[in-house]
C-alpha cells in the first residue's frame, strides 16, 4: 500500500480531500510533558464510552512523535506499526462502504486514557492500529475503555519552575560550547547523580549534578529537588568561571612559546597534569578545575588543527 494508493481508496469510499489533507498534517503529539504532571485516577469501575476520534491526540508507545497520522498508517517513517496488520485493515476498507469499515469500531473497544484538565485522549497499551485506521478514515467514535488522568497541580507547578531553570542553564551551556550527555545515576543513600559534561562536543568527565533527563521521572517534580539542582548549578558556574580561566593561561601560554617547543610542552603537561594530587581537599579541587582547563584547551588545540588541515586541503 502506498501513500497514492491509500488517498485515491479515501476519496472513493467518501472522505473528503480537505479531511484527508489535514490528517496529513496532524501529527502524533507526545504525552510528555503531560505524563509528568498528570496523575492516574483509580477506578472502581471499568469506564467504556464512545469516545470522539478528533481528541485522540496520540497513538502512545508505539505511534513516533511528530509524524502525521497518514505517514503512520502508510508505515512511511516509523517502525513502530505494523505493516501486515495495516495491509489488512486497507484491504478491508477497500471492500466495505466507509459506513460498514467505520461500524468495526464501535463494538470492538480500545485502551485510551484521558487527560481531564486538558480535555485529550492517548492510545493506553491497546489499540494502536484500531484507532489510527478510525482516525485515518474520518471515523467520529471508537468504542473505548477509557482510563482517566487528573493534573497535579503541584506537580504541575514543580515542572513549570522546571522548565525555567532548564532554559536559563541551557542558555548558559550553549554561550559557553558545553553540554549535557546522559547521567549516572546514585544508588547510594546521597540523593545525587552525576552527569556526562561535555566541550564542544568532546566529554570532560562526569560532575555531580542532575541531568535535565532526570526529570522525566516525576518523582523528581518537586520543589525540593528542584532547589537542590538550582543550587548544583550554582556551584558548576562558580567552577566553570575557574575552569575557563585555567583554560586562557594555557592558551596564553602556548602563544608565548616558540612554535619549536610548544610539542614537548604539551607532553610534559600531559604527564604533569595527571600526577598532580593532594590529601587535601581544597588543593585537590584546585587541581582537579586545572586538570579540566587543561582538557579544554587540548580540546580547542585539535579541533584547530583539524580545521588547519581542511583548509589546507581546500
Given at each position: 500500500?502506498?501513500?497514492?494508493?491509500?488517498?485515491?481508496?479515501?476519496?472513493?469510499?467518501?472522505?473528503?480531500?480537505?479531511?484527508?489533507?489535514?490528517?496529513?498534517?496532524?501529527?502524533?503529539?507526545?504525552?510528555?510533558?503531560?505524563?509528568?504532571?498528570?496523575?492516574?485516577?483509580?477506578?472502581?469501575?471499568?469506564?467504556?464510552?464512545?469516545?470522539?476520534?478528533?481528541?485522540?491526540?496520540?497513538?502512545?508507545?508505539?505511534?513516533?512523535?511528530?509524524?502525521?497520522?497518514?505517514?503512520?498508517?502508510?508505515?512511511?517513517?516509523?517502525?513502530?506499526?505494523?505493516?501486515?496488520?495495516?495491509?489488512?485493515?486497507?484491504?478491508?476498507?477497500?471492500?466495505?462502504?466507509?459506513?460498514?469499515?467505520?461500524?468495526?469500531?464501535?463494538?470492538?473497544?480500545?485502551?485510551?486514557?484521558?487527560?481531564?484538565?486538558?480535555?485529550?485522549?492517548?492510545?493506553?497499551?491497546?489499540?494502536?492500529?484500531?484507532?489510527?485506521?478510525?482516525?485515518?478514515?474520518?471515523?467520529?467514535?471508537?468504542?473505548?475503555?477509557?482510563?482517566?488522568?487528573?493534573?497535579?497541580?503541584?506537580?504541575?507547578?514543580?515542572?513549570?519552575?522546571?522548565?525555567?531553570?532548564?532554559?536559563?542553564?541551557?542558555?548558559?551551556?550553549?554561550?559557553?560550547?558545553?553540554?549535557?550527555?546522559?547521567?549516572?545515576?546514585n544508588y547510594s543513600y546521597l540523593p545525587d547523580s552525576t552527569?556526562?559534561?561535555?566541550?564542544?562536543?568532546?566529554?570532560?568527565?562526569?560532575?555531580?549534578?542532575?541531568?535535565?533527563?532526570?526529570?522525566?521521572?516525576?518523582?523528581?517534580?518537586?520543589?525540593?529537588?528542584?532547589?537542590?539542582?538550582?543550587?548544583?548549578?550554582?556551584?558548576?558556574?562558580?567552577?566553570?568561571?575557574?575552569?575557563?580561566?585555567?583554560?586562557?593561561?594555557f592558551h596564553l601560554l602556548m602563544k608565548m612559546m616558540p612554535?619549536?617547543?610548544?610539542?614537548?610542552?604539551?607532553?610534559?603537561?600531559?604527564?604533569?597534569?595527571?600526577?598532580?594530587?593532594?590529601?587535601?581537599?581544597?588543593?585537590?579541587?584546585?587541581?582537579?578545575?586545572?586538570?579540566?582547563?587543561?582538557?579544554?584547551?587540548?580540546?580547542?588545540?585539535?579541533?584547530?588543527?583539524?580545521?588547519?588541515?581542511?583548509?589546507?586541503?581546500?
Amino acid at each position: 500500500m502506498t501513500e497514492t494508493e491509500l488517498y485515491k481508496t479515501l476519496l472513493q469510499k467518501g472522505v473528503s480531500d480537505s479531511y484527508i489533507k489535514n490528517i496529513k498534517q496532524t501529527l502524533n503529539m507526545s504525552e510528555d510533558p503531560y505524563e509528568r504532571y498528570y496523575d492516574n485516577i483509580q477506578e472502581d469501575k471499568k469506564i467504556f464510552a464512545y469516545v470522539p476520534v478528533s481528541k485522540i491526540k496520540s497513538l502512545g508507545f508505539r505511534g513516533t512523535v511528530g509524524l502525521s497520522w497518514f505517514d503512520h498508517a502508510c508505515c512511511n517513517g516509523t517502525h513502530n506499526i505494523d505493516l501486515v496488520r495495516c495491509q489488512r485493515a486497507f484491504d478491508y476498507l477497500k471492500t466495505q462502504s466507509l459506513d460498514e469499515f467505520h461500524e468495526y469500531y464501535k463494538h470492538h473497544p480500545v485502551r485510551l486514557k484521558y487527560y481531564e484538565d486538558d480535555d485529550f485522549y492517548v492510545v493506553f497499551g491497546d489499540g494502536t492500529h484500531r484507532t489510527l485506521w478510525a482516525k485515518v478514515t474520518g471515523a467520529s467514535y471508537i468504542y473505548a475503555q477509557v482510563y482517566r488522568a487528573k493534573k497535579n497541580h503541584s506537580t504541575y507547578e514543580s515542572y513549570r519552575w522546571f522548565k525555567e531553570l532548564e532554559v536559563k542553564f541551557h542558555e548558559y551551556l550553549f554561550s559557553n560550547e558545553l553540554s549535557f550527555e546522559g547521567f549516572q545515576q546514585n544508588y547510594s543513600y546521597l540523593p545525587d547523580s552525576t552527569s556526562n559534561i561535555c566541550y564542544k562536543g568532546e566529554s570532560l568527565g562526569f560532575y555531580r549534578i542532575y541531568s535535565p533527563d532526570m526529570f522525566t521521572d516525576k518523582t523528581m517534580l518537586n520543589m525540593k529537588t528542584l532547589h537542590h539542582w538550582k543550587l548544583q548549578q550554582q556551584d558548576l558556574k562558580e567552577e566553570y568561571v575557574r575552569v575557563f580561566k585555567y583554560r586562557d593561561k594555557f592558551h596564553l601560554l602556548m602563544k608565548m612559546m616558540p612554535n619549536k617547543w610548544k610539542s614537548k610542552i604539551i607532553s610534559f603537561l600531559e604527564v604533569w597534569i595527571d600526577t598532580i594530587g593532594s590529601s587535601d581537599e581544597k588543593k585537590q579541587k584546585q587541581y582537579d578545575l586545572r586538570k579540566m582547563g587543561f582538557k579544554m584547551f587540548c580540546i580547542d588545540r585539535k579541533l584547530s588543527l583539524i580545521n588547519k588541515e581542511k583548509e589546507q586541503e581546500v
